[in-house]
């Protein structure tokens, strides 16, 4: 009797009860409500990673490893960055718009930071950078402040942002794989899943 209650205990899914799949893109007006409210609390240090989180298209892991180095050129914020993936072990290049760069040189003057410190320090004096845990804590922070689900949304809906709406804008495929530093075009497809949103566009336009 009791192995067979923990037998069935064991055998449950580590994900029972929660949304998986494929997390959601921001919209524009959602991008522009995080940003406001962080803009306005003078979070410098959140407002800055979440800026370049939407520029860089990077994965959390990348993302909370940079260094300042990764994004300046001597004194000055780099309009452009390479990263080299973790998980790809390949290079991948971003944008830094001016708005992240002027967050950028925030963070970096408020806390006096030399070019090999981490880009983005922890606030645990057990961590030399913010982890990729905390940093998905503070992106459901993010969502659930502007009143969306904090269980639906994760640090990939950042990471989409910027490559969906630039294919939405462009339709250009290869682009996007590129920006995304994906090495598969079909990577890119499932990834975005422009299949069935470019479906549901044509299946609206036509009338029966």
Not at 9 to 19: A, D, H, L, Q, Y
Request: charged letters at 25%; a positive charge.
């Amino acid at each position: 009797m009791t192995y067979s209650l923990l037998f069935k205990v064991n055998n449950e899914p580590w994900n029972k009860g929660m949304i998986v799949g494929p997390k959601p893109p921001l919209k524009l007006k959602e991008v522009w409500s995080i940003r406001i409210r962080l803009q306005i609390s003078g979070d410098v240090r959140n407002l800055a990673l979440f800026n370049l989180a939407i520029d860089s298209k990077l994965r959390a892991c990348d993302l909370v490893g940079l260094r300042v180095c990764d994004v300046t050129q001597g004194y000055k914020v780099a309009r452009r960055a390479t990263v080299m993936q973790r998980k790809t072990k390949r290079p991948v290049q971003f944008e830094i718009s001016d708005q992240t760069r002027d967050a950028i040189r925030n963070l970096i003057t408020k806390f006096k930071l030399t070019p090999n410190q981490f880009l983005f320090p922890s606030r645990l004096n057990s961590s030399p950078h913010l982890s990729t845990r905390q940093y998905a804590k503070i992106v459901k922070e993010w969502v659930a402040d502007i009143g969306l689900d904090p269980y639906v949304y994760g640090t990939h809906s950042l990471r989409r942002t910027k490559a969906t709406l630039i294919y939405r804008r462009t339709k250009n495929l290869r682009a996007v794989q590129l920006l995304l530093g994906h090495t598969k075009l079909e990577s890119t497809v499932r990834y975005l899943g422009i299949e069935l949103d470019d479906a549901l566009e044509i299946a609206e336009q036509t009338e029966v």
